[in-house]
């Protein structure tokens, strides 16, 4: 019993501590956003800033719902608000996400798709010229909920992939995540995940070296909030 409880207890500092590098990544980019609303206002450029505004508060709701399970529409509208804002700041982004014929009332930690999109846009489209397009999409396959993020950014090569799949599938054995970069958003996620559902959920990836990557989360269909 103390074995189990104590195994418990380290899955659960761990899944408090990713979190907490989840909101410090993101806190980091909201500095950014600030400072582009600034802009916008020292421009004129009022309703453009005022949805801003309204986008960046939404946010900051998801970031105060970090560590705790919100609905499907809640981390959606978070998702939505996160591609406003970055759309400020990024001419050339377009996004969409399909989300039909989805209960949206089943739960998920905050945050969880969010850094994904995060991650596609840093590692994957701003590496690549042109418009960034990012397509979120839901579906249901049996019992599980599959959330999948797709961008046509630069891509991975085979070795890369397959090293970062790797982490994923043994993401309880990475340590010192802090002073990691590549990859250690999805990680993070993963544990994250992980914790709350089991090892048979999680994170898998496909990519093609210059046509972009596919994220893609799967989780149990039928949660529902306590």
């Known amino acids: 019993m ?8 380290n899955g659960l500092y761990r899944h408090i501590r990713t979190s907490k590098e ?9 500095f950014n956003t600030l400072n582009t609303i600034n802009l916008l206002i020292k421009c004129g450029r009022y309703k453009e800033a005022t949805r801003g ?5 939404t946010l900051l ?45 089943c739960t998920l930690p ?4 969010q850094p994904i999109i995060e991650n596609a846009l840093i590692h994957g489209c701003e590496k690549a010229e042109g418009e960034t397009h990012i397509l979120v999409d839901l579906q249901y396959r049996g019992d599980v909920l599959v959330i999948s993020v797709k961008d046509n950014g630069a891509g991975m090569s085979t070795v890369t992939l397959q090293q970062l799949q790797s982490r994923l599938d043994n993401c309880e054995s990475e340590k010192n995540t802090e002073f990691q970069t590549s990859g ?6 993963q544990k994250r995940i992980r ?12 990519s093609e070296e210059g046509s972009g990557t596919t994220v893609t ?3 149990p269909r039928s949660v529902k909030p306590c």
């Open 2 to 9: 103390k074995s189990a409880g104590k195994a418990r207890s």
């Open 22 to 30: 989840i909101i410090r990544n993101l806190l980091n980019d909201l």
């Open 53 to 57: 505004i309204e986008q960046l508060a």
């Open 61 to 105: 709701r998801g970031v105060i719902s970090s560590g705790r399970k919100i609905t499907l529409e809640a981390e959606l509208k978070i998702v939505e608000s996160y591609l406003q804002l970055q759309k400020l700041r990024h001419d050339n982004l377009t996004y969409e996400i399909n989300v039909s014929d989805i209960d949206l009332s």
């Open 110 to 113: 905050a945050l969880t798709i």
């Open 184 to 189: 250690i958003g999805l990680i993070n996620i």
């Open 195 to 206: 914790f709350q559902f089991g090892s048979p959920y999680g994170i898998t990836l496909s």
């Open 217 to 219: 989360l799967s989780i």
